[in-house]
């Protein structure tokens, strides 16, 4: 079967009810299965992860988009955590045999549903982004909802789908389409920070390291450790246990152990065929050899 | 959804239109899917593997049975390969949601249809064994096809199932259930086939090695290597990349290096799981993170 995968966030993460009738929209939808959602009230925003065949999941989308604009409004939001519309970001993953154009082609045609039917403006960033500097979403985001009526104004600001003018209510959609990441984090036995973020520095892109990981230093006070703590955003391209033995040899350089790792959150199947080929050097090792791959998208009736 | 594997080998590899028939008898059947199927002449036998819910796959199984044994007759059978029956062996094998004991269970009432039904005899083996010295297939097919009348004789060899008399054309049916195995070749950087077999001494439960671990070694005469060729028979028991690491230390102490490694066949997700925990130190990983996980037995309608 084809999987994609969606994981909107919505500006509401203190009324449980009006999440959960954002959430229904998905719970609802046929061929749509919701994997995961959790709300932070100090954010104020809600994360909802779920899963289906292409067709299903953007129907579910739309569902959802057209819920949560009807349920939030963005005059008197508040929270921590940056934002600049109702249904701040609505990422699309494949995840199983659909090529990241084919996603990309998922996105665009959804931002222009939003922008042309639900009459909100539309940015696309990182792989859906129709130029460079919408790529990063900060950049994008940059300023806020409490920005976004001037930048709408602004020319280079132009949303690249719905209306140019500011809808106080809804804000602007954020719609993009990426590969999976891997939310990878490796706690070291030592309560020095400055070592994790040395490492942190010297793996990340930013500063010279591999191209496709972010990664900061943080302190485990509790644990009385250090922890680098990074996303991987194209596992295929910047592979985990290079990046993993990369940590650990810098480590390994003040002295420092690897107490343990922690993934967070779901992780590809193809990030675990790497592992085994890369570890174990079974070079030839095929996705096809996992018995359980053959059950995927298979009842038996 | 629950999974179970059904690897029965038949005693035909020779006539390609009866293993034809025998395997669709699996292809007809509803809920089982067929993984593969594979005739070697020389041992004048086929290997039929195939997955699903227990009770399509126990269906599928009784089929393939009188279909194999309605068109093989052991009285002519020539073939390298040890066999005691023209069904000669029936393993079962939980690979998802089954316990041991049930798997067990499923090829104790299968043996008991076998012996009841079909009238002929059976002996189980390995986890389904009624005794210890029946564990082992080996000992239980020793003198195989041509001993059989004289083993049915002897009390000690009395079949678990079905008549004490011998039946020409079908021989006996082997029926056990067993834990997934892995077959996981190390190929070395030399032609010298001793370290080969030294090093499969050491690491092989026969000679003081890993429990679950049988192990020989080859040479490969072409590729210009010598290979530790394994048989990993639990390798939740006796993990993977224990044996892995253990076999490049032994290597290492000849100034051996490990070219790469061949995994053979189907390999569970959970060996997968473990190598992910073990060589990333990922010691809180759950198999339930991996986002195909949850498309297993689910077509999304």
Redesign the interface.
Known sequence: ?K?L?CVPNISEGTDLSVVEKVVDAVRSA????L?DYSSNSDHNRSVITY???PK?VIAATRKLTETALGLIDMTCHKGSHPRQGAVDVVPFIP??GITEEASIAIARDFGRYVGDTLGVPVYFYEDAATRPERQNLAKVRKGQYEALAQKLEDPVWAPDEGPCQFVPKSGSIQVSSRF?LVAFNINLATTDLDIAQDIAKSVRFINGGFRYVRAIGLSLEEAGMVQVSMNLTHYEKTP??MV?EAVKREASRYGVS??????V?????GA??Q??RY???????SMD?????????????
Not at 265 to 269: K, Y
């Open positions: 079967m999987a995968m046929p061929g749509v299965m994997l899963i289906g065949q299903p995840i199983r999976p985990i246990p993993a690897v107490v343990g790792t922690e993934l959150g779901p992780v590809p199947l675990m065929a592992i085994f570890y174990l050097q079974a070079h030839d090792f050899q996992i018995i359980e791959n053959s059950l995927i998208g298979w009842t038996g009736e």
